[in-house]
Structure formats: C-alpha cells, structure tokens
C-alpha cells in the first residue's frame, strides 16, 4: 500500500511519500462442500467384481490451498472409498442372496480438510439388483441304491433334495430331467424331484445289461426358472440285484454211440437252458434210468456232457432212457437253497451197432457116413449172430481138397446145407480095404450190411465117411476127434504207390516163374506114385501122446501122414 503525507495551509506545501505492506493471513473457516449427487438410489448388480468403480464424488473448500479428503461415516460391507478421490469401489462382490448383505444400503460420506476441522456429510442410496447367479444347490450329488430285478413298477428309487440360494421366487422354481441311456429308457419315470420304477421293469438277466455291471446311471439335470437359466447335475446309480426267477428246461434229447466205444466217450451234451443269468449256471445229475451196477453212463455236473462209464453191448440191450435233472445255482443276490429251481428231461441213448459177434454154429463139429451113391444134402448147419441176420451171413468151403466133391446148397436165407456133388467112385477091381474120409473146414463170414471193413468169421469142421454102395450100413461110427479154432478175417484196404505197383507186378511175375519150375519138377517125380490114397486108420491115443488133427499126401513120395496143426508133428501112416 502507497501512502503520501502533504502539508497543509501552505502555498507550497511538501509531501513525503511511502509504502505499507500488508500481509493477510489464510485461516481454515470453510467447511468442503458436495456437489452433484443424485437423490436417486445407484442400481448395481450384485457379483461384481472387486475394485469395480460404482460413482465418484466430488467435493470443494473455498479456503486457499485447502486439501479435501473423503471417508465413509462408518463400515459398509462391500464397499470402499478412495480417501483421496472420492471413488467409491466394490470391496468384494455382493451377493444379494446373502441374507447379511443390505440390498439398499445407504451411504454417508463425509469430505473433510487436511485439519479435520470442518467437514460436511452427504448420502447415497445404493439398490442391489438381484441376477440369477445361484444354479440349483442339491443335499447330495451322487445316489448309489441297490433294486431287486423283480421291483414292481411305482417302486421309489430316490428323491432329490434340492433347492436355489437366489431370493427371487421365479429362481425356486425348479425343473428336474432325467438324462438315459438307451438301454435305461422307460425304465424309469420321474415326476417332480421323485424317481421311481417305470413300466419296463428291471432287468438283470441280459447279456449287454451284464456289459455295464448291472447298473443303470441317471443323470438328473436341475434347472432353475432365472434368466439366464442355470442348472446343476445329479447322479443316480441304481445297482440292479438278480432273482431266480426262471426255471432251467430242455427238450427231449436223443443221442447215438457204437457199442464199441471206449469208456470216457462222450455221449451227448444234455444242454439245459436257464433264463437267469449267469447264463445256464446249472449243475447236472441222472436221477433215472442209469440203474445198471456198476453203472453204464456218468454226467459232468457243470457241462452236462454225458460220458460212457462202462462197456455197452447192443446185442444185450440197444436202448437207454435216462432222466438228467439241472438244479439251477448262484441265480439269487444271497444264495438260498430254498429258493433253487430245477428241471429234468427224458435223454434216449441208442446204441449202435458194431460187428463185435462172431457167427456160431451149434454144434461146431460134424461127423458123418454116406454112401457114395448119395447125392443130395448130407448135413443142415446151424448158425447165427447176434448183431447181424441171417441173410447177411456166407458160408464157403475152405482147407484142405475134396475134389469138389461136396457143395453149399443155400435155396433161401437160411444157413446153408453140406451136399456131395456125384457118386463116388471107387477102384472096384481092387476092392475096397477101408471107408475114405473127407474133412471139410467151413467158414462162415458175417457181412454186417455190406460193410467188408469188420467182418468176423467162424468155422465149422464136418468129417464125412464114405462107403461103398455095396456095404451095408456100418453098425458102428469110427470116432475122430478134431480140434476146431475160430478164425476172426479182418480186411484192410491200401492204396499203393504207383512204383509199388510196377515193382510188386515184377516181383510177382519172376515168383510165379519160380514156383512153376518148382511144381515140374515136382510133377515129374511124382507121376508113377499113385493118387490113390490109402484109409487112415485113427486110433485112440493115450493121453501121454500127442494128438493129431489133420492128414495130408506127401508130394514127393506120395506118402500119407497125419499131422498136429499146433505142433506141426508129424506121424507116417503105413502102406497097409
């Protein structure tokens, strides 16, 4: 400030000048004031994130240099004011559905100076909009229970506890859906957050439901009414339990076995079936017909496979019938043998035929005198066999010579007469000193249908004594004793090599060219010893001595001679 000091009452008077400064000092007498906040409520929603920044409020102090701060009154859950800006952030985020969270708070904020000796207050009102940010709460997300197969349809199998944390009521309302497979379908029903059985029923006996262990898994799906909808997933597992419920049967089984067959051969299978899994678990058993000591077949009790456990002989009995029962087992959850079912059904074993008998002839020994003028049949044989007819058996003529003359006659299918085929002749001028004999060796031979592979054979011995017509009937029979054996004739068929062929041809050939040479000469030394033969005197022998069956001409001396066919001992006979 400039300040002049003149004087006064003088025609000139003098003046001084000078300066004056003064300095004012600030005092802090303003108080911040707010501008600009709305009486309207701030609408936030809840769930946003920490920090996010709500409004900004400003205040202002007239005092120079003066510093505004802002502060809450006192602590809003969730909330946050920057001391030096004004902003005011979200702490955390809010959940409306927090029955600790205000949804309208009202917020008094205080602006102060740096002194804190004047401040001034203002509020905002705060609405928390409630959004669908909740999906369904349920007590338990995952159900394991356990339903026998044969549960009625309406039985419960599990009632969801669930429910929405949002306060809205259209949230509460809940939607629940059931999410099958397509093996689960109609099975079960739902109605509200109730499961129960539908009207397919359970099934635990089924080869692709064992693929999944038995069980059947149900998604259930909870959703809410909100916008946007949210939903939350259940899961029930339903562990089908089993139930004997079928009955094991089989139909009326026949099997065929050869009665040769070695013990141990299977028979058949006498295959049960049972609806109840584990599939056809059923132990076997013969309850009839296998009444033989010790008996004729065995059964395996788990295959059923029915075995020979004995020799069977067709020709004693052809035919079996067997009652086979199956006792089903393990078809239950506990196994309970009350509650086991069984079946049984007739089996029918026929026995085949094999050519295991040999023909017999009753009696296996012949003997007979005729006269040599006979000419019709001489002796009827007798013969069968147990496994084959008798059309289907031969007879032939085999061992030593007869001149032919003997035959076979065998007009119809029965067993075949012996009969001379002429007179005998006899060397008349020379007499006759003893009765010839022949000894003929008959073979019969079953057929068996045909089948040459097997075929059995027997043999039967007849001894014809001959004599002269012109002697009387003799009144005593010579006795000759014989040893018969049963010859079994087995054929075997073989396809040769075609080099064994061409060498077996040249074998054979130089063979026939060497016993031809053999037989001339023979032949030759023979041809001034007579054919014709002598009687053969049989006698008794006493049982220290050997016992001969057979006679036969020695070819080079024309010789006659008995002989034992075990032993091949040898007796000559003499000329007389």
């Known amino acids: 400030m400039k300040i002049v000091v003149a004087e006064s009452g003088k025609s000139s008077p003098k003046s001084c000048t000078g300066s004056i400064t003064i300095q004012l000092e600030n005092l802090n007498d303003e108080s911040p004031q707010f501008t600009a906040i709305s009486p309207n409520p701030l609408t936030i929603n809840e769930s946003l994130p920490r920090g996010t920044l709500l409004i900004k409020v400003n205040a202002t ?34 959940d409306y559905d927090d029955p600790n969270t205000l949804t309208s708070p009202v917020l008094e904020i205080r602006a102060y100076d740096s002194d804190r000796v004047h401040s001034s207050t203002a509020t905002l009102t705060v609405h928390i909009a409630d959004i669908n940010d909740n999906p369904p709460q349920c007590s338990r997300y995952l159900y394991i229970v356990e339903l026998a197969e044969t549960s009625p349809e309406g039985t419960p199998v599990v009632s969801l506890n669930c429910w929405d944390n949002d306060r809205t009521a259209a949230n509460n309302i809940l939607l629940y859906t059931m999410i099958l497979d397509t093996y689960s379908t109609e099975r079960f029903n739902i109605t509200n957050n109730e499961i129960t059985v539908g009207h397919s029923h359970l099934q635990y006996d089924d080869s692709s439901f064992a693929a999944v262990n038995f069980q059947h898994v149900i998604f259930v799906k909870v959703e809410d009414n909100g916008i946007p909808q949210l939903t939350s997933t259940s899961t029930v597992i339903v562990k089908v339990t089993p139930v004997n419920e079928g009955t094991p049967f089989s139909g009326t089984r026949t099997f065929n076995i050869f009665e ?32 033989d000591v010790p008996p004729k077949f065995y059964i395996e009790p788990d295959s059923g496979r029915i075995r020979l456990l ?92 007869t001149d032919n003359l003997f035959e076979l006659q065998r007009p119809d299918n029965n067993p075949a007469k012996v009969a001379s085929t002429q007179r005998f002749q006899f060397d008349v001028f020379q007499g006759i000193e003893h009765s010839r004999e022949y000894t003929l060796l ?135």
């Not at 009154?73 to 902003?87: H, N, P, Q, R, S």
């Not at 018969?484 to 062929?501: A, G, I, N």
């Not at 080079?556 to 032993?567: P, Q």
């Open 310 to 401: 004995n020799i069977l002989d067709r020709e004693t009995q052809d035919i079996y019938t067997l009652t086979v029962r199956a006792v089903d087992v393990n078809n239950d959850l506990q196994i309970d043998p009350l509650r086991q079912r069984s079946g049984s059904a007739i089996v029918t074993v026929n026995v085949m035929n094999v050519n295991d008998e040999p023909p017999v002839c009753v009696p296996e020994y012949y003997e007979k005198t005729i006269y040599s003028t006979i000419t019709s049949s001489i002796i009827q044989l007798e013969c069968s066999d147990k496994d084959s007819p008798d059309h289907e058996l031969s007879y032939s003529i085999v061992g030593a010579s």
């Open 61 to 94: 102090d007239k005092d120079v240099d003066d510093v505004t701060y802002y502060e809450f009154v006192k602590t809003y859950a969730g909330f946050l004011i920057e001391e030096d800006t004004g902003e005011i952030k979200v702490a955390y985020p809010l």
């Open 260 to 291: 040769d067959s070695p013990i141990g051969a299977l028979v058949g299978t006498a295959a049960f079936t049972d609806t109840d899994l584990p599939d056809n678990n059923v132990k076997y058993s013969i309850v009839g017909g296998n009444t």
């Open 442 to 576: 008959i073979q019969v031979t079953d057929e068996f249908g045909g089948d040459k592979h097997q075929q059995l054979t027997s043999t039967v011995t007849a001894v014809i004594h001959v004599v002269p017509w012109t002697t009387t009937q003799p009144t005593t029979t010579t006795s000759t004793e014989f040893t018969t054996h049963v010859l079994t004739l087995t054929s075997f068929y073989w396809s040769p090599e075609k080099w064994f062929t061409v060498v077996l041809t040249l074998a054979g050939a130089m063979a026939v060219i060497l016993i031809s040479g053999i037989a001339w000469v023979c032949y030759q030394r023979t041809q001034s010893v007579t054919n014709q033969p002598r009687s053969i005197l049989r006698q008794s022998l006493p049982p220290d001595e050997v016992a001969f069956d057979g006679q036969a001409r020695d070819p080079v001396s024309g010789n006659w001679y008995m002989y034992n066919s075990e032993t091949g001992q040898r007796k000559w006979l003499s000329d007389g």
